[in-house]
Protein backbone atom coordinates (compact mmCIF):
# COMPACT_ATOMS: atom_id res chain seq x y z
CA UNK A 1 0.00 0.00 0.00
CA UNK A 2 1.45 3.58 -0.90
CA UNK A 3 -0.99 5.24 0.80
CA UNK A 4 -0.49 5.48 4.66
CA UNK A 5 -2.01 5.87 7.78
CA UNK A 6 -0.75 8.97 8.02
CA UNK A 7 -2.05 10.46 4.78
CA UNK A 8 -5.76 9.22 6.15
CA UNK A 9 -5.20 10.85 9.94
CA UNK A 10 -4.45 14.06 7.48
CA UNK A 11 -7.79 13.11 5.67
CA UNK A 12 -9.91 12.85 8.95
CA UNK A 13 -8.14 16.14 9.90
CA UNK A 14 -9.15 18.18 6.93
CA UNK A 15 -12.93 16.89 7.25
CA UNK A 16 -12.92 17.36 10.75
CA UNK A 17 -12.07 21.18 10.13
CA UNK A 18 -14.15 21.96 7.43
CA UNK A 19 -17.29 20.20 9.37
CA UNK A 20 -16.34 23.39 12.39
CA UNK A 21 -15.75 25.85 9.87
CA UNK A 22 -19.52 25.25 8.32
CA UNK A 23 -20.89 24.90 11.70
CA UNK A 24 -19.62 28.58 12.53
CA UNK A 25 -20.64 29.94 9.52
CA UNK A 26 -23.82 28.65 10.47
CA UNK A 27 -24.51 26.64 7.10
CA UNK A 28 -27.48 24.90 6.96
CA UNK A 29 -27.34 21.88 8.86
CA UNK A 30 -26.70 19.37 6.17
CA UNK A 31 -23.17 20.86 4.88
CA UNK A 32 -21.30 20.16 8.37
CA UNK A 33 -23.70 17.03 8.75
CA UNK A 34 -22.02 15.81 5.39
CA UNK A 35 -18.70 16.54 6.06
CA UNK A 36 -18.86 15.09 9.60
CA UNK A 37 -20.10 12.18 8.09
CA UNK A 38 -17.60 11.70 5.58
CA UNK A 39 -14.98 12.53 8.18
CA UNK A 40 -16.09 9.33 10.51
CA UNK A 41 -15.28 7.57 7.62
CA UNK A 42 -11.46 8.90 7.46
CA UNK A 43 -11.78 7.99 11.45
CA UNK A 44 -12.60 4.25 10.35
CA UNK A 45 -10.58 3.94 7.97
CA UNK A 46 -7.48 5.13 10.48
CA UNK A 47 -8.54 2.72 12.60
CA UNK A 48 -8.44 0.27 10.20
CA UNK A 49 -5.18 0.87 9.20
CA UNK A 50 -4.01 -0.48 12.73
CA UNK A 51 -5.35 -3.54 12.73
CA UNK A 52 -5.61 -4.66 8.65
CA UNK A 53 -5.31 -8.11 7.84
CA UNK A 54 -5.92 -9.64 11.31
CA UNK A 55 -9.13 -10.98 10.20
CA UNK A 56 -9.52 -12.59 13.54
CA UNK A 57 -9.17 -9.98 15.91
CA UNK A 58 -13.02 -8.43 16.74
CA UNK A 59 -11.94 -4.98 16.02
CA UNK A 60 -10.74 -5.44 12.43
CA UNK A 61 -13.90 -7.05 11.73
CA UNK A 62 -16.18 -4.63 14.05
CA UNK A 63 -14.59 -1.93 11.43
CA UNK A 64 -15.25 -3.52 8.58
CA UNK A 65 -18.85 -4.10 9.45
CA UNK A 66 -19.30 -0.44 10.19
CA UNK A 67 -17.65 0.82 6.97
CA UNK A 68 -20.55 -0.99 5.79
CA UNK A 69 -23.02 0.32 7.38
CA UNK A 70 -21.54 4.03 6.87
CA UNK A 71 -22.11 3.19 2.86
CA UNK A 72 -25.55 1.68 4.04
CA UNK A 73 -26.47 5.29 5.13
CA UNK A 74 -24.47 7.37 2.96
CA UNK A 75 -26.99 8.37 0.53
CA UNK A 76 -29.51 10.13 2.93
CA UNK A 77 -26.40 12.26 3.56
CA UNK A 78 -25.19 13.01 0.00
CA UNK A 79 -28.74 13.81 -0.90
CA UNK A 80 -29.41 16.06 1.82
CA UNK A 81 -25.91 17.91 0.78
CA UNK A 82 -27.03 17.74 -3.19
CA UNK A 83 -30.42 19.04 -2.05
CA UNK A 84 -29.32 22.55 -0.78
CA UNK A 85 -28.28 23.09 -4.74
CA UNK A 86 -31.28 22.82 -5.74
CA UNK A 87 -34.24 26.09 -4.73
CA UNK A 88 -35.81 25.93 -1.70
CA UNK A 89 -39.02 25.61 -2.78
CA UNK A 90 -38.17 22.59 -4.71
CA UNK A 91 -36.37 21.13 -1.72
CA UNK A 92 -38.99 21.57 0.81
CA UNK A 93 -41.33 19.32 -1.99
CA UNK A 94 -39.06 16.49 -2.46
CA UNK A 95 -37.30 16.04 0.42
CA UNK A 96 -39.95 13.47 2.00
CA UNK A 97 -39.34 11.10 -0.96
CA UNK A 98 -36.12 11.45 -1.40
CA UNK A 99 -35.43 10.40 2.20
CA UNK A 100 -37.88 7.80 1.60
CA UNK A 101 -35.62 5.99 -1.47
CA UNK A 102 -32.72 6.50 0.78
CA UNK A 103 -34.68 4.14 3.12
CA UNK A 104 -35.53 1.30 1.07
CA UNK A 105 -32.01 1.90 -0.55
CA UNK A 106 -30.90 1.12 3.28
CA UNK A 107 -33.34 -1.44 3.68
CA UNK A 108 -32.24 -3.50 0.65
CA UNK A 109 -28.41 -3.17 1.51
CA UNK A 110 -29.08 -4.74 5.22
CA UNK A 111 -30.75 -7.45 3.73
CA UNK A 112 -27.94 -8.41 1.61
CA UNK A 113 -26.03 -8.37 4.52
CA UNK A 114 -28.14 -10.81 6.01
CA UNK A 115 -26.36 -14.81 5.52
CA UNK A 116 -30.20 -16.01 3.73
CA UNK A 117 -29.58 -19.47 2.50
CA UNK A 118 -31.69 -19.07 -0.09
CA UNK A 119 -29.53 -15.97 -1.62
CA UNK A 120 -26.54 -17.60 -1.64
CA UNK A 121 -22.79 -16.09 -1.27
CA UNK A 122 -22.22 -12.59 -3.28
CA UNK A 123 -20.73 -12.97 -6.67
CA UNK A 124 -17.33 -13.00 -7.02
CA UNK A 125 -16.25 -9.47 -8.37
CA UNK A 126 -18.86 -7.37 -6.92
CA UNK A 127 -18.12 -4.35 -5.43
CA UNK A 128 -16.83 -5.59 -1.57
CA UNK A 129 -17.49 -9.42 -1.64
CA UNK A 130 -15.24 -11.58 0.12
CA UNK A 131 -14.90 -13.78 3.23
CA UNK A 132 -14.52 -13.74 6.17
CA UNK A 133 -15.33 -10.14 7.35
CA UNK A 134 -12.33 -8.35 7.56
CA UNK A 135 -10.73 -5.12 6.81
CA UNK A 136 -7.33 -5.94 4.46
CA UNK A 137 -5.14 -4.31 2.43
CA UNK A 138 -5.48 -3.19 -0.72
CA UNK A 139 -3.01 -2.49 -4.06
CA UNK A 140 -2.66 1.30 -2.40
CA UNK A 141 -4.97 2.01 0.33
CA UNK A 142 -7.15 -0.89 2.72
CA UNK A 143 -10.45 -2.10 1.60
CA UNK A 144 -13.21 -4.75 2.99
CA UNK A 145 -13.73 -7.70 2.47
CA UNK A 146 -18.02 -8.61 3.18
CA UNK A 147 -19.57 -11.59 3.02
CA UNK A 148 -23.14 -10.49 1.62
CA UNK A 149 -25.25 -12.47 0.27
CA UNK A 150 -26.67 -12.43 -4.06
CA UNK A 151 -29.87 -11.97 -3.21
CA UNK A 152 -30.21 -9.82 -6.42
CA UNK A 153 -29.83 -12.88 -8.40
CA UNK A 154 -32.26 -14.75 -6.13
CA UNK A 155 -35.22 -12.89 -7.34
CA UNK A 156 -34.30 -12.77 -10.56
CA UNK A 157 -32.11 -10.00 -11.00
CA UNK A 158 -28.56 -9.55 -12.65
CA UNK A 159 -26.26 -10.24 -10.07
CA UNK A 160 -23.57 -7.49 -11.04
CA UNK A 161 -26.48 -5.06 -11.63
CA UNK A 162 -24.79 -1.83 -9.88
CA UNK A 163 -21.42 -3.69 -9.26
CA UNK A 164 -24.01 -5.36 -6.52
CA UNK A 165 -25.47 -2.57 -5.05
CA UNK A 166 -28.32 -0.94 -7.45
CA UNK A 167 -29.84 1.00 -4.71
CA UNK A 168 -26.67 2.82 -3.90
CA UNK A 169 -26.20 4.01 -7.59
CA UNK A 170 -29.78 4.94 -7.87
CA UNK A 171 -29.86 7.16 -4.97
CA UNK A 172 -26.37 8.45 -4.79
CA UNK A 173 -26.39 9.47 -9.08
CA UNK A 174 -29.92 8.83 -10.67
CA UNK A 175 -32.28 10.22 -7.43
CA UNK A 176 -30.34 13.51 -7.67
CA UNK A 177 -31.08 14.30 -11.10
CA UNK A 178 -34.87 14.71 -9.98
CA UNK A 179 -34.09 17.90 -8.54
CA UNK A 180 -31.47 19.34 -10.83
CA UNK A 181 -28.22 18.26 -9.37
CA UNK A 182 -26.84 17.20 -12.47
CA UNK A 183 -23.35 19.28 -11.80
CA UNK A 184 -22.87 17.76 -8.45
CA UNK A 185 -23.43 14.23 -9.51
CA UNK A 186 -20.97 14.17 -12.15
CA UNK A 187 -18.50 15.99 -9.95
CA UNK A 188 -19.36 13.13 -7.43
CA UNK A 189 -18.52 10.70 -10.06
CA UNK A 190 -15.48 11.62 -11.37
CA UNK A 191 -13.80 11.91 -7.74
CA UNK A 192 -15.70 8.81 -7.21
CA UNK A 193 -16.60 5.72 -8.82
CA UNK A 194 -14.38 6.65 -12.26
CA UNK A 195 -11.21 7.56 -10.32
CA UNK A 196 -11.50 4.65 -7.78
CA UNK A 197 -11.84 1.81 -10.74
CA UNK A 198 -9.07 3.99 -12.14
CA UNK A 199 -6.34 3.44 -9.16
CA UNK A 200 -7.70 -0.09 -8.31
CA UNK A 201 -9.17 -3.19 -9.96
CA UNK A 202 -10.17 -4.45 -6.12
CA UNK A 203 -13.66 -4.75 -5.73
CA UNK A 204 -13.10 -4.81 -2.02
CA UNK A 205 -10.73 -1.33 -1.72
CA UNK A 206 -12.33 0.89 -4.44
CA UNK A 207 -15.40 1.79 -2.32
CA UNK A 208 -12.70 2.18 0.51
CA UNK A 209 -10.75 5.03 -2.23
CA UNK A 210 -14.03 6.41 -3.29
CA UNK A 211 -14.75 7.05 0.89
CA UNK A 212 -11.76 8.90 0.72
CA UNK A 213 -11.86 11.08 -1.93
CA UNK A 214 -15.87 11.88 -1.16
CA UNK A 215 -14.10 14.12 1.46
CA UNK A 216 -13.37 16.19 -1.75
CA UNK A 217 -17.38 17.41 -1.23
CA UNK A 218 -15.29 19.46 0.94
CA UNK A 219 -13.87 22.00 -1.80
CA UNK A 220 -17.94 22.66 -2.57
CA UNK A 221 -19.00 23.06 1.15
CA UNK A 222 -16.04 25.67 1.99
CA UNK A 223 -15.58 27.78 -0.71
CA UNK A 224 -19.41 29.89 -1.76
CA UNK A 225 -17.64 30.28 -4.91
CA UNK A 226 -17.41 26.84 -6.21
CA UNK A 227 -21.06 25.91 -4.45
CA UNK A 228 -22.61 28.24 -6.63
CA UNK A 229 -21.08 27.13 -9.65
CA UNK A 230 -23.05 23.26 -8.54
CA UNK A 231 -26.31 25.17 -8.28
CA UNK A 232 -29.21 23.94 -10.31
CA UNK A 233 -30.14 26.53 -12.73
CA UNK A 234 -33.64 27.54 -14.54
CA UNK A 235 -33.73 24.23 -16.25
CA UNK A 236 -35.43 21.39 -15.87
CA UNK A 237 -37.63 20.09 -13.83
CA UNK A 238 -37.72 23.64 -12.22
CA UNK A 239 -39.24 25.34 -15.84
CA UNK A 240 -42.07 22.49 -16.00
CA UNK A 241 -43.47 23.48 -12.41
CA UNK A 242 -42.81 27.41 -12.63
CA UNK A 243 -40.33 27.20 -10.09
CA UNK A 244 -37.87 29.28 -10.37
CA UNK A 245 -34.56 29.41 -8.26
Do not use: K
Not at 27 to 36: F, G, M, N, R, V
Not at 85 to 110: D, E, H, K, N, T
Not at 127 to 136: F, I, K, N, Y
Not at 165 to 176: I, K, S
Request: proline share 8%; with cysteine; charged share 10%.
Amino acid sequence: MCFSLGATVAMAGIGAAATAITMRRREPPAIPATLAWFTLMEILQVVGYLVVDRCTDPLNQTIALLSYLHIVFQPFFVNAFAMELAPQGVRARMRGAVFLCCGVSAAVMLLQLWPFEWAGPCSTGAALCGSPLCTVSGEWHIGWAIPGNDLLAAIGLPSRLGSGFPTYVMTVFLLPLAYGASRFVLFHALVGPILAWRLTASPQEAPAIWCLFSIGIVLIALSPWIRRRFEAGQGWPWRASGQAP
